[in-house]
C-alpha cells in the first residue's frame, strides 16, 4: 500500500509553506518599512497600524526695531497647510487628495510650493534657474532609487514617476506633472539619507477661505497649522533690513551645526541675514500618533518652541526715511532736465553717530521692495565704490602736516596750472573755470575754497606713502565693521596699482589721488566714517548696527551696544586744523559750503567733492558734521553723475532738518555761485 505522504512530497509541501511564511512576512515589511511603489489602494487590504512621527513647531522670529523703538519688521499669525505623508499613505488616495488640494489652492488663487526641477509642461526639460539646494535633493532622489539613474533624461524620469505613484493616464499632463511635484516633496523627506528637510509646507499664509475649505474637507494627513509670515511696516531701509529665504547648500554648511532643517527659512542679507542667531529663535518638536486611516490618535509636545529676540537697530528710522525721500527727490530733479543716457544712475546718503559708531541712516538709490525683491538690491551705502573727489584733501592734508612738507602756516602759491612736471600739468578748478587763482593759501584758507594747486604741491612733496598710510589711519582700505555687507575700499599705492593693471607709479597719479581722483576708491560710509573720526578729533571707531537686543516679550535686556575705539590718530592738534578748514568751507565768504549752510541755525563743518568720471557730467560728493563745536552726526552724500559736490548738498541739509527738528528752524540759502 503506497503511503499518503511520500517523502518527497513533504518535502515539496514544506518549502510551499516556507514559502507563502515569507510572502506574508514581506507583505508585513513593506508595510511597515519604506515602500514608495506600493498602490493606495493596498492601504485597505493591510493589517491596522499605529504611526508615528515628529513635527517641528516652528518658533516665532523676533522683530526688528529701530533705535527709538518703530518696529521695522514683525511677524504676523499666518495659517500653513502642512501635508503627513504617513497619514496620508496610511489612509489611501493619495493622489485624489492631492488632486483636490490642488484645485482648491488654485481656486482660491494661491500658488503651492513646488521645488521639483523639472518645467511643469511638456516637452519636460530640468530647469535651468534650478538652484544648488535643488540639484542635491534630486540627485539624493535619483540615488536613492536602483532603477534610476543620474543620467535619466526629465521626460523619462517623469515617465517612471507617473508609473511609481500609481497616477493613472487618464490623468492630463499638467495635472499629473502638479501631483508628481507634491509627490516628490513628500518622499525626500522620507528618504532616510535626505532626512533633513522638515515637514513638507504644501501653502503658506494659506487665506481664510482654503483653510475653511480644507478643514470642511477634512482630508486624511493634511493639516493646518499655525505660522508666521514676515512683514514690513516700513518701505524704507530695504537694503538695511534685508529679506528671508530657504537655505541653499552653501548656507545649509554652517547652519547645519545649529541644528537647522536643510530647507529652513532664515535671513538672507541684511540685518534679516547679520543677526539671525538672535531674530531665529529655537524650534519645538511634537509627536503625533495616528491610526491606520491617518486620524490623529495623540499630540505630545516635547520641546516647547522659544521665539526669537527682538532686535534694536542703530538707526533713527525718521532720519533714514528723510535721507532716502532727499535723495530721490534731487535725483529726479537732475534728471528731469537730462535726456536719457545723461541721467543720474544711483546715489547714496550715510549718516553716522559720531560718539557711538553707529549708522542712523544708510539708504541707497535706487531701492527694492523687500516683500517681492523686485529692484536693485545692491547696496551702493556700504558696497559702491568711488573716488573721494576734494573731500580726501583732509587726509592729505594731514600726511603734509605729519611729514613736516606744511605747518599750519604754510603759505602756497596758487599758480592756476601746477607745471612741475612736463609730463602733467593739472590746472586748479577756479583756473579751469575762469581764469583765475585762489593767491597766496595756507592749509586752512585752501580747504576752506578746495584748492587744486594747493594739494598738486602738498602732495607732490609729502609723496604717495605717507598719504596713503594718512588714508588707513582714518579706516579707508578696510571693513568698517559693520555686520552687513560691505567693500573695503581701494588705497591707491605703487604696489596695488602694479598688481592690479601690471603699470608702474607716475608721478600724476600721485597729484590725482592727492585731490582724490585717481586710484583711490571708497563706500559711502568709509567716507562718512572718516568724517566722524574728524569730527571726534581722531577717534575712529568700530561700526555696528547693532543697538541693543531685548527677550521676545520685551521684558529683558540680552545685549547693548557699547561704543567701539578701533584706533586714535595720535596728532589731535593737526585734526584740530582739518576741523578748521572744514568750517570754514561753511562760514567763510568764498567757502565752497557757504551758500547752503552759512545761515544754518546749527553750526556745520564740511566739505564739497568733484570726481571726473570720463562721462559728460561729473559724480557729485559731499561731507559734513554737525554741530561743528560739538559733533554728534556725520554725513555722506554720494550722486553718481550728479554733476559736483555743490549741487548736491540740499540732501545733506535735509536730513539735518530731521535731526535737529526741535532746534533747527528754515535754513537760509544764499546765491549760488559756481564751486567744486
Keep these: ?44 487590504l ?76 511638456a516637452p519636460y526639460e530640468y530647469r535651468h534657474d534650478m ?115 530657504r537655505l541653499d547648500s552653501a548656507d545649509y554648511e554652517k547652519y547645519k551645526e545649529l541644528g537647522y532643517p536643510m530647507d529652513a527659512v532664515v535671513g538672507k542679507s541684511g540685518a534679516e541675514a547679520a543677526f539671525e542667531s538672535y531674530l531665529h529663535g529655537t524650534d519645538g518638536t511634537r509627536v503625533i500618533e495616528t491610526g491606520a486611516d491617518g486620524a490623529i490618535i495623540s499630540e505630545t509636545i516635547t520641546r516647547d518652541p522659544t521665539p526669537g529676540a527682538n532686535v534694536y537697530l542703530g538707526i533713527d528710522a525718521n532720519v533714514q526715511r528723510a535721507a532716502e525721500s532727499a535723495l530721490a527727490d534731487k535725483i529726479a530733479a537732475i534728471n528731469l532736465e537730462r535726456d536719457e543716457e545723461e541721467r543720474v544712475t544711483g546715489g547714496a546718503v550715510v549718516v553716522m553717530n559720531v560718539k557711538t559708531g553707529e549708522p542712523l541712516a544708510l539708504a541707497s538709490y535706487p531701492s527694492f521692495d523687500a516683500k517681492t525683491r523686485q529692484g536693485d538690491e ?19 592734508a594731514l600726511a603734509g602736516m605729519r611729514s613736516g612738507v606744511i605747518s599750519r602756516w604754510t603759505k602756497i602759491e596758487d599758480l592756476g596750472q601746477y607745471t612741475e612736471h612736463e609730463s602733467y600739468s593739472p590746472k586748479c578748478w577756479l583756473y579751469a573755470t575762469v581764469g583765475a587763482s585762489h593767491g597766496m593759501l595756507d592749509v586752512v584758507e585752501a580747504l576752506t575754497v578746495s584748492c587744486n594747486y594747493f594739494f598738486y604741491k602738498v602732495g607732490n612733496d609729502t609723496m604717495i606713502t605717507p598719504i596713503a598710510n594718512a588714508a588707513r589711519d582714518f579706516g579707508f582700505g578696510s571693513a568698517t565693521g559693520i555686520e552687513i555687507a560691505e567693500a573695503a575700499g581701494i588705497i591707491a599705492t605703487p604696489a596695488y596699482k602694479r598688481e592690479a593693471f601690471d603699470e ?52 529683558g535686556k540680552i545685549y547693548e551696544h557699547s561704543p567701539v575705539v578701533r584706533s586714535v590718530i595720535p596728532e589731535g592738534d593737526l585734526i584740530e586744523i582739518l576741523k578748521e578748514g572744514m568750517r570754514g568751507a561753511v562760514t567763510a565768504y568764498n567757502g565752497t559750503a557757504r551758500n547752503v549752510f552759512g545761515n544754518y541755525k546749527v553750526p556745520v563743518a564740511a566739505k564739497t567733492g568733484t570726481v571726473q568720471t570720463g562721462s559728460e557730467f561729473n559724480n557729485g560728493i559731499f561731507v559734513l558734521y554737525a554741530p561743528a563745536d560739538d559733533p554728534e552726526i556725520a554725513v555722506s552724500v554720494v550722486v553718481e553723475k550728479g554733476s559736483s559736490g555743490a549741487e548736491i548738498m540740499e540732501v545733506a541739509r535735509v536730513v539735518l532738518d530731521e535731526y535737529f527738528k526741535d532746534s533747527v528752524g528754515t535754513a537760509l540759502v544764499g546765491d549760488g555761485e559756481l564751486i567744486p
Aim: charged share 20%; proline share 3%.
Design 1 to 44: 500500500m503506497n503511503k499518503l505522504l511520500k517523502p518527497w512530497r513533504l518535502v515539496v509541501f514544506a518549502i510551499f509553506f516556507a514559502g507563502t511564511l515569507s510572502v506574508y512576512a514581506v507583505a508585513l515589511y513593506k508595510m511597515q518599512i519604506y515602500d514608495p511603489a506600493r498602490e493606495p489602494s493596498e492601504a485597505s
Design 46 to 121: 493591510l493589517p491596522s497600524v499605529t504611526t508615528r512621527r515628529t513635527e517641528t513647531i516652528r518658533a516665532g522670529r523676533g522683530d526688528i526695531l529701530d533705535r527709538n523703538g518703530e518696529v521695522l519688521v514683525t511677524s504676523r499669525v499666518s495659517y500653513d497647510v502642512v501635508l503627513s505623508r504617513e497619514a496620508m499613505r496610511a489612509a489611501g488616495g493619495v493622489n485624489d487628495t492631492i488632486r483636490e488640494l490642488i484645485r482648491l489652492a488654485s481656486d482660491a488663487g494661491v500658488t503651492h510650493n513646488d521645488t521639483f526641477p523639472i518645467t511643469q509642461g
Design 131 to 245: 538652484t544648488s539646494a535643488q540639484r542635491q535633493r534630486l540627485l539624493g532622489y535619483i540615488d536613492y532609487f536602483d532603477e534610476l539613474n543620474e543620467n535619466i533624461s526629465a521626460a523619462e524620469l517623469i515617465v517612471w514617476m507617473k508609473g511609481h505613484y500609481g497616477i493613472p493616464y487618464t490623468v492630463g499632463v499638467a495635472e499629473a506633472r502638479l501631483i508628481i511635484g507634491v509627490r516628490y516633496e513628500l518622499e525626500t523627506r522620507a528618504i532616510t539619507e535626505l532626512r533633513v528637510f522638515s515637514q513638507y509646507v504644501f501653502a503658506e499664509d494659506a487665506p481664510r477661505e482654503l483653510v475653511l475649505k480644507i478643514s470642511e474637507c477634512a482630508f486624511p494627513g493634511v493639516i493646518v497649522e499655525d505660522g508666521f509670515k514676515r512683514e514690513f511696516t516700513s518701505q524704507s531701509a530695504a537694503h538695511l533690513l534685508g529679506y528671508l529665504g
Design 378 to 396: 545692491f547696496n551702493r551705502a556700504t558696497q559702491g565704490l568711488y573716488n573721494p573727489g576734494s573731500t580726501f584733501k583732509m587726509a592729505t
Design 504 to 555: 608702474g607709479w607716475w608721478d600724476a597719479d600721485t597729484l590725482l589721488v592727492s585731490i582724490g581722483q585717481g586710484l583711490n576708491s571708497f563706500t559711502p560710509l568709509q567716507l562718512a566714517n572718516y568724517t566722524a573720526t574728524i569730527a571726534g578729533g581722531g577717534t575712529l571707531r568700530e561700526l555696528s548696527l547693532l543697538h541693543a537686543v531685548r527677550t521676545n516679550d520685551y521684558s
